[in-house]
C-alpha cells in the first residue's frame, strides 16, 4: 500500500493507494487518421511595386483590429500605424521609418500572414 498527501482547494488528504495485482494489459491506440489537408490561406495583401516607399509588414499572422492611418497621414518613425491581433493579444504595428502613407493594403477585420505588407511609407 502506498500513502499520498494530496492537496485539494487548499485542503490536505492522506490517501492510500492499494495497488491490486499485476499489470493490466493495455491496448495501443489505434493508429490516427491522416490529417485533413489545411484550408486553402487567406489571399495575401497587395504588395506595392518595389522602389515605392517602405512596407510596414506583419511581423506574424493574425487579424486586423484598427488601422490607426489613412492614406496621405505623414506618421513619424514608432508611430502605431496598424492594431494585430495574434495569440489573442493586440500588438501595434509600427511605423519604421518616418514619411507619408503612401497605401494601406490591409484593413479592419482582414486576415493576413507573416511579412505580408500592410501599408507603405515613403
Known amino acids: 500500500m502506498k500513502r499520498f498527501n494530496i492537496t485539494v482547494n487548499g485542503k490536505s488528504y492522506d490517501v492510500a493507494v492499494e495497488e491490486v495485482g499485476g499489470a493490466a494489459p493495455v491496448q495501443a491506440a489505434p493508429a490516427a487518421a491522416?490529417?485533413?489537408?489545411?484550408?486553402?490561406?487567406?489571399?495575401?495583401?497587395?504588395?506595392?511595386?518595389?522602389?515605392?516607399?517602405?512596407?510596414?509588414?506583419?511581423?506574424?499572422?493574425?487579424n486586423i483590429l484598427d488601422v490607426k492611418v489613412n492614406v496621405g497621414d505623414t506618421v513619424s518613425a514608432g508611430q502605431v500605424v496598424v492594431v494585430l491581433e495574434a495569440l489573442k493579444m493586440e500588438n501595434d504595428i509600427v511605423a519604421p521609418v518616418a514619411g507619408k502613407i503612401t497605401s494601406i493594403a490591409a484593413k479592419k477585420g482582414d486576415t493576413v500572414n507573416s511579412d505580408d505588407v500592410l501599408a507603405t511609407i515613403a
Do not use: E, Q
Not at 35 to 46: C, D, T, V
Open 34 to 62: 491522416p490529417a485533413p489537408a489545411p484550408a486553402a490561406a487567406p489571399a495575401p495583401a497587395a504588395a506595392p511595386a518595389a522602389g515605392n516607399g517602405t512596407p510596414v509588414k506583419a511581423p506574424m499572422s493574425g
